[in-house]
């Protein structure tokens, strides 16, 4: 099987704007974001379909998503944070955080900036360390 990109920065190969790890997950910003603030959290085991994923790495992604939104909500003060599984692009399961405002997700990518993501990202862990 050839190794997603999301393994790739699951094993350090690459690098990402990382918000939160442990053994079976690794949250991080989206390179490309809908939004300010737009995550992704994927487990550390490479399964494409989410049918098909391990109910303990299924668990702890759904769980960590409940701890990041807020987190995500305080640190850049959005009202919302709506949550998807897309898959189209990384064939590696994983679910987007999204902040949402005046009840839409904007579809243009405009915010892929280094230093803006590494201050989000920063912004972001402060908060979720705090907790
Ligand atoms: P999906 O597979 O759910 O359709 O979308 C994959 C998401 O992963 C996209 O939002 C895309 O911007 C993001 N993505 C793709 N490659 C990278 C990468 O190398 N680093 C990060 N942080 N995000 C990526």
Redesign the pocket.
């Known amino acids: 099987m050839t190794e997603s990109?999301f393994t790739k920065?699951i094993r350090k190969q690459?690098p990402?704007?990382l918000l939160y790890e442990d053994d079976l997950v690794i949250a991080?910003?989206?390179?490309?974001p809908v939004r300010l603030g737009h995550s992704?959290i994927v487990p550390k085991i490479q399964v494409d379909y989410f049918v098909d994923v391990p109910v303990n790495y299924y668990q702890a992604a759904f769980s960590l998503a409940q701890k990041l939104a807020p987190a995500i909500q305080k640190a850049l003060g959005t009202t919302r944070i709506g949550l998807s599984v897309?898959?189209?692009?990384?064939p590696h399961f994983?679910l987007?955080l999204i902040p949402i405002e005046q009840d839409r997700i904007e579809g243009i990518r405009t915010f892929g900036n280094a230093a803006v993501l590494a201050r989000q990202a920063e912004l972001i862990r402060s908060v979720l360390n705090q907790a």
């Open positions: 990109i920065i690459i990402c704007h991080f910003l989206d390179i490309n992704l897309v898959g189209t692009e990384v994983h987007h």
